[in-house]
């Protein structure tokens, strides 16, 4: 069971990313999935997450209108757009899928995610 993130970089201010999550092992599409952040000496936080449908999303409120989740269940991947990019958004980003058919939402808390990928770093330059 694995949940495998790519699509981080180095990128300058006001620039653009589309991070990927891609799950093997089993399926995630009966799961919530989230995206995390940790940003350098600081605790990881939370990003944003999208219902088992994708029909609902919920974000921070500092990525609110910039950042955009969104997932394709028959690829079994999930996607976080990353726009207009500040140095503060520089982190190593992080996918998480939640429990099996857990009817909760939104997923804001990291104790409510079962399955952590392994993390890529963003780093934004002034």
């Known amino acids: 069971v694995q949940l495998q993130a790519s699509g981080g970089g180095l990128v300058q201010a006001g620039g653009s990313l589309r991070l990927s999550c891609a799950a093997s092992?089993?399926?995630?599409?009966?799961?919530?999935m989230g995206w995390f952040r940790q940003p350098p000496g600081k605790e990881r936080e939370f990003v944003a997450a999208i219902n088992r449908s994708g029909g609902d999303t919920y974000y921070a409120d500092s990525v609110k209108g910039r950042f955009t989740i969104s997932r394709d269940s028959a690829k079994d991947t999930t996607f976080l757009h990353v726009n207009s990019l500040k140095p503060e958004d520089t982190a190593v980003y992080y996918c998480?899928?939640?429990?099996?058919?857990?009817?909760?939402?939104?997923?804001?808390?990291?104790?409510?995610?079962?399955?952590w990928g392994q993390g890529t770093q963003v780093t934004v330059s002034s």
């Open positions: 092992g089993r399926t995630f599409s009966k799961r919530v």
């Open positions: 998480a899928a939640g429990r099996r058919y857990n009817s909760r939402w939104p997923l804001e808390f990291q104790y409510e995610y079962e399955y």
